[in-house]
Structure formats: structure tokens, C-alpha cells
T-cell receptor, first 113, second 113 residues
């Protein structure tokens, strides 16, 4: 069965600094990978997804993620963060059966001035 | 604008009481989902439905029930059998082709009195 590990529960960073949120997964078959963002007391919003093709995926709000099959990772990056990026970020994986989307435990990004 | 409406935003339940959480979508999506979110645990799938009058159990269905009488509506009942119902509940929807939840509601926070 697939699983997702988000190694950092919280990442503090200063505004305009770069950030990387780490995500590792385990699966015995090919997977689809996703990053979602959740603002306080709201639902989740899809940031980006990897289904196939280029391993560098660009998403909304200036975020991008790099799929690395050999390291089973899908780290999320942004070259310069804003205060408004403060939120919780979830990595998720599915083995092509959409109802089996498995979420990580989330990483809280805290951007300060 | 199309979207998902969850109501109420906050809900309180007495011991031994059943409560129903509402989820309505006007996106014409076939698939709908219910997730439970607990601090530090990410999201876990309770139930999902791909078509009217049909639904399947997710990973943590015990103590919950659902119905799908209309395409637009997917209410979740938290029964008295659910011994630890305090959580944030999220409803989501997608097309069948999407492969993952595309839109989320803003959630219902359920607490025990």
C-alpha cells in the first residue's frame, strides 16, 4: 500500500526567501502525485499534480514541484514566498485508483516579515 | 460561480446524538467524497460516491453513514456509534476522469458538548 511522509510539520521562513517543503512516498507501482494548500478554516485547493511527462511540474501561485522517481520524492518549492503563502500544505499520492488518494500529515508554512 | 457548499460551518453534538452534515455542489460532478481531518493526521477518506444511489466505504467508515439520492447532494451522518467524532469534515467532488478530488468545500467543524 502506498504511503506519504512529510518530514517537516512546520517550516518558518522570512518573506521573499526561497522555501522547499519535502514529501516522500512509498509505493510498489506507478503513482500520481499532488500538492494541496489549505488556508485557515477552509477546504483544500489543488496547487499542482504530476501524472506523467516532465518531472518538473509548475502550479499556481508560483509554486513548482520536482518528481524524483529514484528517490521517491515530490518536493514543493517556491523561489520567493509572500506573507499570503502562510498556510498548511499537503502532499498526496494515488496508485491510479482515485478513491485511494492518500494524504500526508501536512506541513505548516509560516512566513514572517 | 460553481462550487461546493458545506453547512453548517460549526456543529455541536450531544452524547448519543446523530447529526447530519450537508454537502451540495453545483459543478455537475459525478464523484463526491467525505474526508475527516484531525490535527497531525492529514485527511482520511470516510465515504465516496461515483454515481447517484451508489457509494463505497473509505478507510474510516465505521460510525458514519451517507446517501446519494441526487447528483448535487452527498450528506454525511455522524452516528452515536462514532465514539470520537470531534474533527474537521471536508466534502469534495470531481469528474470521474479527474482521478482526484478537484474541489473542496470549506468544511464543517464538529465538536462534542
Amino acid at each position: 500500500a502506498q504511503s506519504v511522509t512529510q518530514l517537516d510539520s512546520q517550516v518558518p521562513v522570512f518573506e521573499e526567501a526561497p522555501v522547499e517543503l519535502r514529501c516522500n512516498y512509498s509505493s510498489s507501482v506507478s503513482v500520481y502525485l499532488f500538492w494541496y494548500v489549505q488556508y485557515p478554516n477552509q477546504g483544500l485547493q489543488l496547487l499542482l499534480k504530476y501524472l506523467s511527462g516532465s518531472t518538473l511540474v509548475k502550479g499556481i501561485n508560483g509554486f513548482e514541484a520536482q518528481f524524483n522517481k529514484s528517490q521517491t520524492s515530490f518536493h514543493l518549492r517556491k523561489p520567493s514566498v509572500h506573507i499570503s503563502d502562510t498556510a498548511e500544505y499537503f502532499c498526496a499520492v494515488t496508485e491510479k485508483s482515485f478513491q485511494k488518494l492518500v494524504f500526508g500529515t501536512g506541513t505548516r508554512l509560516l512566513v514572517s516579515p | 460561480d460553481g462550487g461546493i457548499t458545506q453547512s453548517p460551518k460549526y456543529l455541536f453534538r450531544k452524547e448519543g446524538q446523530n447529526v447530519t452534515l450537508s454537502c451540495e455542489q453545483n459543478l455537475n460532478h459525478d464523484a463526491m467524497y467525505w474526508y475527516r481531518q484531525d490535527p497531525g493526521q492529514g485527511l482520511r477518506l470516510i465515504y465516496y460516491s461515483q454515481i447517484v444511489n451508489d457509494f463505497q466505504k473509505g478507510d474510516i467508515a465505521e460510525g458514519y453513514s451517507v446517501s446519494r439520492e441526487k447528483k448535487e447532494s452527498f450528506p454525511l451522518t455522524v452516528t452515536s456509534a462514532q465514539k470520537n467524532p470531534t474533527a474537521f469534515y471536508l466534502c469534495a467532488s470531481s469528474t470521474l476522469q479527474a482521478g482526484q478530488p478537484q474541489h473542496f468545500g470549506d468544511g464543517t467543524r464538529l465538536s462534542i458538548l
